[in-house]
């Protein structure tokens, strides 16, 4: 049996996400904390491969898998997803409004944070958002949460 010491993070640690906050209709970070898993220091019956770079692998991969499963615990959903989302409503005549609200026929006149605006009272008022964030929950249980995965649109 041979003892190695691998470095590896320990303690708490911290991870964040970018996710769309469905209650304040923002683009936010959001952090999880997880326990760094304790590092392997022995093998056993392992003499076909070197025992650092294994415990290296193993560590590194378990250390990977804490924070991803932190990650995925970070509630939210993914902003493309809502950027999808509201799109289909923007193309919508009565969506098409100016900074005043009033709905216009020229794409150009068009003001985004306003239209997201009535959209996202609409969505409200019409128990969709509701749906919305039913799904994002489900989604995100089932996604795969990459390491780095803090681009995305800031649309809305």
């Not at 499963?69 to 100016?98: C, E």
Request: no cysteine; charged share 30%; proline share 4%.
């Amino acid at each position: 049996m041979s003892s190695i010491n691998t470095p590896s993070p320990t303690g708490t640690l911290t991870v964040t996400r970018k996710v769309f906050d469905l209650d304040s209709m923002t683009k936010v970070k959001k952090s999880a904390t997880y326990e760094a898993p304790v590092a392997f220091t022995t093998v056993e019956d392992l003499s076909k491969v070197d025992d650092k770079e294994l415990l290296d692998y193993v560590n590194k991969g378990r250390a990977r898998q804490a924070k991803l499963t932190a990650k995925k615990s970070i509630v939210g959903a993914d902003p493309t997803t809502v950027n999808n989302f509201y799109r289909g409503f923007r193309s919508l005549p009565m969506y098409m409004v100016d900074a005043e609200g009033k709905v216009v026929s020229d794409p150009k006149q068009v003001d985004t944070a306003k239209q997201t605006s009535v959209i996202t009272a609409f969505l409200v008022s019409s128990g969709l958002m509701e749906g919305l964030k039913q799904a994002a929950i489900k989604a995100n249980e089932t996604a795969s949460v990459e390491e780095d995965d803090e681009e995305g649109e800031d649309e809305a």
